[in-house]
C-alpha cells in the first residue's frame, strides 16, 4: 500500500452529504425598482437567440408592429351600495374603494 494510500484510509475523514443547498439572491438594499426596470444589457444577444431558436420563423415573427392606445379615466366620486337606488358619497375619493366595498354586507 502507498504511502499516500495508508495516510487518506486512516487519517482523513470524509463526509458524504446528501441533501441540496438552495441558493437565494439577495439585494443590498430593499428597494424592487431595480428588478423592475427589467434593463437588457446586451440586446444583441436577446436577438440572436431568437434567431438561433427560430422563433422569427413564425406567421408575423419578428415584424414590427405599431399601436396607439387611447384611454379615458373617470375618478368614482359616488357609490351604490346594498341595491340602494341612492348613491352615496365617497368620504375622499383619493383613498382606494376596496375597504368599501368587501365591508358591504351581502344578502
Known amino acids: 500500500m502507498s ?3 495508508y495516510f487518506y484510509q486512516n487519517f482523513v ?6 441533501g441540496f443547498t438552495r441558493l437565494i439572491p439577495r439585494t443590498l438594499s430593499h428597494s424592487v425598482e ?3 426596470k427589467a434593463r437588457v444589457k446586451d440586446p444583441l444577444w436577446f436577438l440572436s437567440r431568437q434567431w438561433q431558436l427560430g422563433e422569427f420563423r413564425a406567421i408575423n415573427g419578428g415584424k414590427l ?3 396607439e392606445v387611447t384611454t379615458i379615466t373617470k375618478q ?4 351604490q351600495l346594498n341595491k340602494n337606488l ?4 365617497l368620504t375622499d375619493p383619493e383613498l382606494p374603494i376596496e375597504p368599501i ?4 354586507n351581502i344578502e
Do not use: L
Not at 86 to 89: L, P, S, T, Y
Open 65 to 67: 408592429a405599431r399601436t
Open 3 to 5: 504511502p499516500i494510500n
Open 101 to 104: 366595498v368587501e365591508k358591504e
Open 34 to 36: 431595480e428588478g423592475i
Open 76 to 79: 368614482i366620486d359616488k357609490i
Open 86 to 89: 341612492e348613491f352615496q358619497d
Open 13 to 18: 475523514k470524509i463526509k458524504q452529504y446528501e
